[in-house]
């Protein structure tokens, strides 16, 4: 009798554990179901704040010492009538598991670089780790395209401060590895070792800002948002860029292909031919920040 009452206690807690994995199990399906664009693509630059809105909402974000003009390059001087094409190749894990599932095809744009070829056109392309890692071929050929200049990205394009859009955040004592980490995969890969470094949807910290300083990278975002990210209307593209566009600008875009940078090329097939019509000159961000 004792024996038998052993048995169905056994019984009852081996049930009792099998049912809490599956609760979980269960419970953690729903979450990724839930929150399922969230955690595979990257933040919505379309609707994209400036860098100096976001220290604005979010509070203060910068050493008070300091001042956000010092710190985070956002253009250059407004005397010269140049302007700097930049663009972001982002490369999350999630982004990862979309290619190798075949939801994405690419998430490289190569009429991007065509055009810019095409038309002798400068730009400048932030690298992420992940994104060189995954298109080494793609990012020798940028490397070695002399109107093209190289920055850092970050590795993963985790955020490096919170409510950084859709991104998870970097814990703070990961941010200089992130970068470095980046940094030297860049170098191997394509030779070329980075000056300047943008922070993922733009976001950061007093402690993000000290690990990028203290690597000695220089800090470069924008002034002009070109609102690319899954954006199915070119017009809008354009007007966006045009509409916002004075001496010195840095404007950012993306060279991804698919869903997430649909209509950047054929916006960029416009705006190029458009901003020289008035008078600029397109160049690197390294001559823009002379």
């Not at 009798?1 to 994995?21: C, D, L």
Request: net charge positive; proline share 5%.
């Amino acid at each position: 009798m004792k024996s038998a009452i052993k048995g169905k206690r056994g019984k009852r807690i081996v049930v009792g554990i099998i049912a809490g994995f599956i609760f979980f199990f269960l419970f953690g399906l729903l979450y990724v179901v839930l929150n399922f664009k969230s955690l595979i693509y990257p933040p919505l630059h379309r609707y994209q704040l400036s860098p100096r809105q976001y220290v604005k909402e979010k509070g203060n974000l910068l050493p008070q010492a300091a001042s956000i003009s010092l710190i985070v390059e956002e253009h250059g001087g407004r005397d010269k009538p140049q302007v700097a094409l930049t663009f972001d190749a982002d490369m999350t894990p999630g982004m990862i598991l979309m290619l190798r599932s075949g939801i994405a095809k690419s998430w490289y744009n190569r009429d991007i670089k065509t055009i810019l070829d095409q038309t002798r056109t400068k730009a400048t392309v932030f690298l992420g780790g992940l994104w060189v890692q995954t298109y080494p071929l793609e990012a020798k050929e940028l490397a070695i395209d002399p109107l093209i200049e190289i920055g850092n990205h970050s590795y993963n394009h985790y955020a490096f401060a919170n409510s950084c859009y859709s991104l998870p955040t970097l814990p703070d004592d990961q941010d200089e590895d992130d970068v470095l980490k980046a940094q030297h995969i860049i170098k191997a890969i394509t030779g070329i070792t980075p000056k300047y470094f943008r922070f993922p949807g733009g976001c950061y910290d007093r402690v993000a800002l000290q690990s990028v300083a203290d690597l000695g990278l220089t800090i470069v975002h924008w002034d002009v948002v070109a609102m690319d990210g899954f954006n199915e209307n070119t017009d809008s593209i354009v007007r966006a860029v045009e509409s916002q566009v004075q001496n010195g600008s840095i404007i950012v875009m993306h060279i991804h292909d698919g869903s997430y940078a649909p209509k950047t090329a054929e916006a960029l097939k416009r705006i190029i031919p458009d901003l020289r019509k008035q008078g600029f000159e397109f160049v690197k961000v390294s001559e823009i920040l002379k």
